[in-house]
């Protein structure tokens, strides 16, 4: 379309206008939850609509950063991250570059049973029983072990590596590279768009881990942070019905502030790895 034409400026206009709106749309939520978290309950009470602070106070994240269960949290919430993400990508990237290797004999069979599990699960009940069997009720293993593999990030990753020219393994195996030397030396380092953007699909996944951790853990000085989180969300409702001082002078801003805390940590490292997105995943995603 001729963008000197009406019709091309009505049309980029349009898109503007609509862009506009959705990114309104979308930034407006975290806005408000960042506005609400330093304003005091008067101010919060006084409005529906909070565009702005009129005065700003640190109460809630005074409070919020004094309690010594927001950093025993956050610290299980960066073990589990950390040593988590790290087991995902070596397990992933293994099985990811064998099955894409069309001399690896069942890998056919091998793909089908693995994309199966996407479509049928054992279930709740049988996981929480084989977990407890295993003997990781109130560990932190029990949020990394049950979720040591993605499905469909192994299946990007594999797709990914299964788009490389063939050549390129053919020559390092003539120089000597076995199946280790070929993975390390030749397709990882190539393959830097696709494990950037894998690992950290799997980083936010650990990073907001909650569903484990409600069926599994049960000791507060276990809790990752989404489960704290969740405590303060809670224990601030209560305070409400309980007449609690401190909690309820605070109001919605203590909520907020843990939301904050949760959330910003995320959104700081996610830029450094945004580059990576749409070249790690279309790849990953266009040839079978």
């Not at 994309?115 to 932190?140: D, E, Q």
């Amino acid at each position: 379309m001729n963008r000197t034409s009406a019709a091309g400026r009505l049309f980029d206009s349009f898109n503007i206008v609509f862009l506009a709106i959705v990114a309104v749309i979308t930034v407006y939520p975290f806005w408000d939850t960042l506005v609400v978290s330093v304003i005091s309950l008067e101010e919060y009470l006084r409005a529906s609509i909070h565009l702005y602070p009129q005065s700003i106070t640190l109460e809630a994240y005074a409070y919020l950063f004094s309690m010594k269960e927001l950093w025993t949290s956050y610290g299980v919430t960066l073990f589990v991250t950390v040593v988590g993400t790290a087991l995902n990508m070596i397990l992933t990237v293994m099985a990811a570059y064998a099955l894409s290797r069309p001399d690896l004999k069942g890998h056919r069979v091998i793909m089908f049973l693995l994309v199966f599990t996407m479509m049928f699960s054992g279930g709740i009940i049988p996981t929480y029983l084989i977990v407890k069997s295993l003997g990781m009720m109130n560990s932190v293993w029990a949020l990394i072990i049950p979720s040591a593999l993605n499905t469909y990030n192994l299946i990007i990753m594999r797709n990914f590596f299964h788009s490389m020219p063939d050549g390129l393994i053919d020559a390092a195996r003539i120089d000597g590279c076995n199946d280790l030397g070929v993975l390390f030396k030749i397709v990882i380092p190539l393959s830097m768009p696709a494990i950037s953007t894998i690992t950290l699909f799997y980083a936010v996944s650990r990073w907001n881990e909650f569903f484990n951790a409600i069926f599994f853990i049960s000791d507060k000085d276990l809790w990752p942070l989404q489960l704290f989180l969740r405590s303060m969300l809670f224990e601030n409702e209560s305070s409400y019905s309980g007449g609690g001082d401190s909690l309820f002078l605070l109001g919605p801003s203590i909520k907020m502030a843990t939301v904050m805390a949760a959330t910003i940590p995320v959104m700081l490292i996610y830029p450094f790895f945004q580059k990576y997105f749409v070249n790690g995943v279309l790849i990953g995603g266009v040839k079978e």
